[in-house]
């Protein structure tokens, strides 16, 4: 017989088999022993993590592939808005041509996107005067003056930047903390 394992109401077997069975039932307890660990642990380890909803909110994966050259979306972080633009060369340019010293809040575009993906702005899209969102996502949205965004409840203008150049509001729209994941895709949070 070459496996009493498979056969233990054969108690007669040889030493060696003996030894077999016996590591097999170890085996088998240390099994047991696992699986009953995992059983206990996993409702307990569950409950500690915070909900899907909570984490869908905390952070967000943003694929950017089907956003079009000169379009931009808006998607939910934190309950927040935030616009993500592809830009054209053209509104690359304009935004990195300006003097800081015609701006009102004065900062480099440079400092506004992530090095080697300047084609991609990424903004809290809250105008910093009271609040509201402004328009420009859309390719037929009004831009303003300066191809960015414009804010219907007063009339604040923001660059191809996301930087005020319009009042009545006083700050550029904010950056949401974020990282490129690969070419295409960015973790909002
Ligand atoms: S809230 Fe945007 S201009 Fe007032």
Redesign the pocket.
Known sequence: MADTVAHPSHPGAGHGDGATKRDFLKMLAGAGAVVGAGAIAWPLIDSMNPSQDVLALSSVEVNLDPIAEGSGITVLWQGKPIFIRHRTPAEIKAAEDVKLSELIEPQSDADRVKAGHAQWIVLIGI?T????IPLGNKPTDPRGEWGGWF?P????QYDTSGRVRHG??PLNLYLPPYAFENDTKIKIG
Do not use: E, I, R, Y
């Not at 005067?129 to 509201?132: K, T």
């Not at 409840?153 to 604040?156: A, E, I, L, V, Y």
């Open positions: 105008c005067h009271l609040g509201c804010c409840c007063h009339g604040s009545p509001a």
